[in-house]
């Protein structure tokens, strides 16, 4: 055991400035990474993502976006990184980008509770904010992206040690089978997690986790339902139909029904079999949506409505305030390089409850003002 920690500390160091040399957090843009042959892009969130998500401080509630974990030693994530320093080959990819070692998310955790900082759920969050009750300045919510195997785990068992909640957002279409270099959990562990209420299932949509090339660049394709296949759509139209009969719990509404006749057509029969796809595996219909890549068009926020959710959080970096609705509050992203430092940017520990100094005021004012200047609504819509 002793002689071989020098052998770890070695690799630690290689790791460290691999990980420095490969500026894993500047990809710039690339857009040859993670293309396919078939033309379609970047199923999972692309590094370049976290640009737009440098944790500061908005007043409101912060909500976090995590997505994969693992274990503290991982001798395939050291291999591939040992290998891109050492033989070139290719650099991280979105995978290990965007990967908390369950050690640094326990830190997290452990933070929050010896903090006092409540850890709420978005339906919390939202109730407040429709009671125009003030939102607590000291609480958080967790939210994870894309089911990977890794949350049920690694998060999940950390979750429960500390009787928390963490929203976790399921490309529906894509359960239990390996996708995009991840294996996403099986309806079995969604269950359990769901069951276990430490886990709150929403949908990241059923089949839309994808970019496709337009005149513009690469996009989300439910930015673009025109260029979607109409295998796809034709697909999803007709899974809404056998889904009707099979979980007629929840009903479509009409407004439902003229959404399935526009331009978004084929987009709201993905979210509305999503919802059904859940529906059926679960206990509870899904209420919350996470777009993939973080945003959607206003009509399409407004549709996840008619689609029977109670809201959709975006990536854009910045607190669900007291002004904002339900429709796309924003999320900070957590990446590979996310240091307890950055959480406590994101949620500082609580100012002294009696007499706080002059200093202490002062410097709460300054980020008051400072956020009032990040509109989410403003900052929810991507540059194209
Ligand atoms: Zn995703």
Known sequence: MRNRLPKVAV???????GIAALGVGGCGGDD????????????LDPPELAKH?????????????????????DAGYLAKVLGSVLFGMPALGPREFWTTPAGEFE???????????????????????????????????????????????QAWPLLRKYGLRAHLFVPTGHVASRWSDLDVCSWEQLREMSASGNIIVGSHTRDMHFKVR?????????????????????????????????????????DADAALTGTWAPVVADLLDSRYDLAAELTQPPMWLAWPYGFAVAELDSLARVAGF?????????????????????????????TLDMIREVRPPRWPAAAPTGGAVAARQTHKTRSSAT????????AR
């Open 53 to 73: 998500a440098t944790p500061g401080f908005t007043s409101g509630v912060p909500v976090l976006a995590y997505h994969y974990f693992r274990a503290g030693f």
């Open 214 to 254: 337009t005149p513009r660049g690469l996009e989300p394709v439910f930015w673009n339902p025109d260029l979607m296949s109409t295998e796809m759509r034709s697909r999803n139209l007709n899974d809404l139909v056998r889904y009707r009969r099979q979980v007629p719990a929840i009903p479509v509404t009409d």
């Open 107 to 153: 830190k997290h955790l452990r933070y929050f509770r010896d903090n006092d900082i409540q850890v709420m759920t978005l339906d919390e969050v939202a109730d407040l904010v429709a009671a125009r009750q003030p939102l607590p300045d000291n609480a958080v919510v967790l939210t994870i992206d894309d089911a990977d195997e890794s949350v049920y785990e």
């Open 11 to 17: 690799i630690s160091l290689l790791l460290l400035s």
């Open 310 to 338: 109670r809201g959709t959080v975006s990536l854009a970096p910045a607190s669900f305030a007291a002004t904002d609705t339900t429709m796309a509050p924003g999320r900070y992203t957590i990446t590979a390089k996310t």
């Open 32 to 43: 040859q990474a993670g293309t396919d042959e078939l033309g379609t892009v970047y199923s």
């Open 375 to 382: 509109s989410p609504a403003a900052a929810a819509r991507p």
